[in-house]
């Protein structure tokens, strides 16, 4: 099964376990449609970010407990805040990525675009683990 049937069954799995939740009364409506539509954009943007890396480079691992990223800090005067801060907290491990940079897009295998921002000219570096 590739990553994005997997990914897509695992979805319907948590949809239909809500959708019993429900049934049995032990979550409100409100609370079942907000996990659904936060289940399906989770969903969404991690096949989006699938989608985003090149053919080339889908078996280089980028997002795995042993993939360390620098957050460099692009300096433009028009640098975010946001930007600002992750320069600053600087290191992310790769199972965190897709959750804090949801619209990153991979470029080679040592470095990602973080895409924090439209036009955020920012980027993730690799880091192997004894540079830690
Ligand atoms: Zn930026």
């Known amino acids: 099964m590739s990553i994005r049937e997997s990914t897509v069954k695992r979805l319907a799995l948590r949809l239909k376990r809500l959708a019993g939740a429900r049934r049995l009364g032990n979550i ?7 996990q659904r539509t936060q289940q ?25 407990l042993g993939d360390w990223w620098m957050f460099q800090k692009s300096y433009h005067p028009n640098m975010c805040r946001l930007c600002d801060f992750y320069g600053d907290v600087s290191l992310f491990n790769g199972k965190d990525l897709r959750g804090t940079f ?8 040592d470095t990602i675009e973080p895409n ?17």
């Open 28 to 34: 409100s409506k409100a609370e079942m449609e907000s």
């Open 40 to 64: 399906i954009k989770q969903t969404w943007n991690f096949l989006e970010s699938l989608r985003r890396i090149p053919e080339e480079l889908r078996f280089a691992t980028y997002f795995g």
């Open 102 to 109: 949801p619209h990153l897009t991979v470029v080679d295998e």
């Open 116 to 132: 924090v921002h439209p036009y955020c000219g920012c980027s993730l570096s690799r880091i192997v683990e004894s540079q830690i």
